[in-house]
């Protein structure tokens, strides 16, 4: 892949978490992605699966500001995203993994309206949406991420995934 290219993907993976469009990744981002979640779902902010997301939010924005923010001053730019982030966390998605976890397990119980464990695939792909995906590639994402085919996405399909496409800048990722 040439560098343009690695360049295009990269930005692509840092816009996908600076969802106010600033120039930055920081702890409102991380804020603002829960509410959006809870508000496509109708859920609270204080009942159980409301603050488990906010929780799991703040433990992903630590865990990406103690991996990427080089100078400490909680935002994470692009430069300190693809030379932090992105750099430390190709050479282990499971720590990627780790970080992304309680939010991305808390994401699944708001979508996951029966409390069965998984997110129906249409809900997967309505919570994408919400994140900022268009919606050819949340669809698409939405099918994909339901890896054993049973129309429900569980937390180990989830962070799996999320971990490989954060962590994995190939030509056909």
């Known amino acids: ?28 981002d991380f804020s603002a992605a829960a509410a959006r979640l809870l508000a496509e779902f109708g ?3 204080r009942c159980d699966k409301g603050q488990a997301l906010y929780t799991g939010a703040e433990a992903f924005w630590q865990g990406m500001a103690g991996i990427a923010d080089v100078d ?16 430390r966390l190709r050479d282990n998605p499971e720590r990627f993994a780790e970080i992304a976890r309680p939010f991305l397990r808390a994401a699944i119980a708001v979508a996951d309206k029966d409390n ?13 949406k919400v994140l900022g995906a268009n919606p050819e590639t949340a669809a698409l994402a939405a099918q994909n ?3 054993n085919g049973d129309g429900r ?9 999320f971990a490989a496409y954060f962590t994995v800048i190939a030509p056909d990722a």
Do not use: C, H, W
């Open 43 to 45: 859920t609270t902010a």
């Open 116 to 128: 069965e464990g998984a997110a129906s695939v249409p809900a997967v792909e309505r919570a994408l």
């Open 72 to 87: 400490g001053d909680q935002r994470v730019t692009r430069e300190e995203f693809v030379g932090g982030a992105v750099k």
């Open 1 to 28: 892949m040439d560098s343009a290219e690695y360049e295009r993907k990269i930005a692509f993976r840092f816009a996908a978490f600076d969802q106010d469009g600033n120039g930055y990744i920081d702890r409102a």
């Open 153 to 161: 996405v569980a937390e180990a399909e989830a962070v799996t995934a």
């Open 145 to 147: 991420l339901d890896a």
